[in-house]
């Protein structure tokens, strides 16, 4: 059982809804969705995402790619415990390469 958080459900589409199936901001659309899934998105990425959403057809496809790959990340990814010798051991390498920097 997976113990990272439960992801937002895919966007169904509606029947009777006119897509699109071009966007013209489509790099700008996938940061976007990315940055919101990952909570790092700024007010304006999530009100752009919200209002271009309904009726972006490539848009939607994106966000539930996005969202069914992390799941199935999700799903396939066990937490375990790690001595913390280990945990101290990488801790010091880590610290001691930036040092050197």
Do not use: W
């Not at 199936?21 to 700008?28: D, G």
């Not at 998105?41 to 969202?67: G, Y």
């Not at 913390?84 to 001691?96: E, P």
């Amino acid at each position: 059982m997976s113990t990272f958080k439960k992801l937002p459900s895919t966007i169904a589409q509606q029947e009777g809804v006119e897509y699109r199936h071009e966007c013209k901001n489509r790099h700008e659309c996938l940061k976007a969705i990315r940055q919101i899934l990952d909570g790092e998105a700024t007010v304006e990425q999530i009100t752009h995402f919200q209002a271009n959403i309904d009726q972006c057809l490539p848009c939607i496809e994106s966000h539930n790619l996005e969202i069914t790959i992390r799941q199935l990340l999700c799903d396939k990814i066990e937490k375990k415990a790690v001595p913390q010798d280990l945990v101290a051991s990488i801790r010091a390498k880590i610290m001691n390469g930036a040092a050197a920097k």
